[in-house]
């Protein structure tokens, strides 16, 4: 059973478009104090986009998404948001769920996963020019 179970990718933007990713927690993921949002594009390492401590208290954005990107999310849900606004192509990726501890400002998994935090399958978000 998926733990992490992103949805609202899937789709082709213009440019200057807006979307929002949900990503859904269930399982054991329910004891975690972190979500967030990761995005990897072909041949690029996989960067931070977004994430939230539990109680939304903190926030930290990658620099190419701040002021246009804002996480949020729904504790009784279990559920964490990515509204994007102002897209561009170069926002194309695919877009990861994690969940996990909050340390600085990103989100890392327990020292038996070498620290990996949980993963969602991944969500196709593509922006054309």
């Known amino acids: 059973q998926r733990e992490l179970v992103e949805s609202g990718g899937g789709l082709v933007l213009q440019a200057g478009g807006s979307l929002r990713l949900s990503c859904a927690a269930s399982g054991s993921i329910l004891s975690i104090n972190a979500m967030g949002w990761y995005r990897q594009a072909p041949g690029k390492q996989r960067e931070l986009v977004a994430v939230i401590s539990t109680g939304g208290i903190s926030t930290n954005y990658g620099d190419s998404v701040k002021g246009r990107f804002t996480i949020s999310r729904d504790n009784a849900k279990n559920t964490v948001y990515l509204q994007m606004n102002s897209l561009k192509p170069e926002d194309s990726a695919r877009y990861f769920c994690?969940?996990?501890?909050?340390?600085?400002?990103?989100?890392?998994?327990?020292?038996?996963?070498?620290?990996?935090?949980?993963w969602g399958q991944g969500t196709q978000v593509t922006v054309s020019s």
């Open positions: 994690a969940a996990g501890t909050w340390v600085t400002g990103t989100i890392k998994g327990p020292a038996q996963t070498g620290f990996d935090p949980h």
